[in-house]
């Protein structure tokens, strides 16, 4: 599929209310994603290193990484204040090319979140958008389904649930 095709496809898909909402909650997963393992390699540690230290298992930091998870905002600030990182958050416009929506270019790569995406998911853009973890999670959360898989606080510790 063509570049364009693809954006003129995401835009169309968007159009549906349910599904922008589950593409923005995968949206911010990604960032979160991208930004966790970014800091965890600047640090040279290894996911089990930083499990350890960050007391959950090293599939929980895998799940983070690839944008399986949805942990709480105060879990990532915790997990990133590691790593001696912290967040900035803004608002941006959803698609490219319209005022009320775009996709952000991230000016230190040149890529957008969805891009980050589908290389932490090993994948090109077009098919994080059509395989089942990603339009397929978009779609059944549009329908209100829900991620029982998030980190679970127990005493000190996070196990995954």
Same mark, same amino acid.
């Given at each position: 599929?063509?570049?364009?095709s693809f954006?003129?496809? &995401? #835009?169309?898909?968007?159009?549906?209310?349910?599904?922008?909402r $589950?593409?923005g909650?995968?949206?911010v997963k +990604? /960032?979160?994603?991208? &930004?966790?393992?970014? $800091?965890?390699? #600047?640090?040279?540690? /290894?996911?089990?290193?930083f499990?350890?230290?960050?007391?959950? +298992?090293?599939?929980?930091?895998?799940?983070?990484?690839?944008?399986?998870?949805? =942990?709480?905002?105060?879990?990532?600030?915790?997990?990133? $204040?590691l790593?001696?990182?912290?967040?900035? &958050? #803004?608002s941006?416009?959803?698609?490219?090319?319209?005022?009320? !929506?775009?996709?952000?270019?991230?000016?230190?790569?040149?890529? /957008?979140? &969805? #891009?980050?995406?589908?290389?932490?998911?090993?994948?090109? =853009?077009?098919?994080?958008?059509?395989?089942?973890?990603?339009? !397929?999670?978009?779609?059944? /959360?549009?329908?209100?389904? +829900?991620?029982? +898989?998030?980190?679970t606080?127990?005493?000190?510790?996070?196990?995954?649930?």
């Amino acid at each position: 599929m063509p570049v364009e095709s693809f954006w003129e496809d &995401l #835009e169309k898909r968007l159009q549906n209310p349910g599904f922008r909402r $589950a593409y923005g909650a995968e949206d911010v997963k +990604s /960032s979160i994603a991208f &930004l966790l393992r970014e $800091a965890r390699t #600047e640090k040279g540690l /290894s996911q089990k290193e930083f499990a350890e230290r960050a007391q959950v +298992s090293q599939a929980y930091i895998a799940k983070l990484e690839r944008g399986d998870a949805n =942990p709480t905002i105060g879990h990532m600030g915790e997990l990133l $204040a590691l790593l001696w990182r912290g967040v900035d &958050l #803004e608002s941006r416009p959803l698609l490219r090319g319209q005022e009320t !929506g775009g996709i952000r270019m991230r000016p230190e790569t040149g890529t /957008s979140a &969805l #891009e980050d995406a589908a290389r932490t998911r090993r994948m090109d =853009p077009q098919s994080a958008t059509t395989s089942a973890g990603f339009v !397929g999670g978009l779609e059944e /959360s549009s329908r209100g389904t +829900s991620d029982t +898989s998030a980190p679970t606080r127990k005493g000190e510790e996070y196990a995954v649930a």
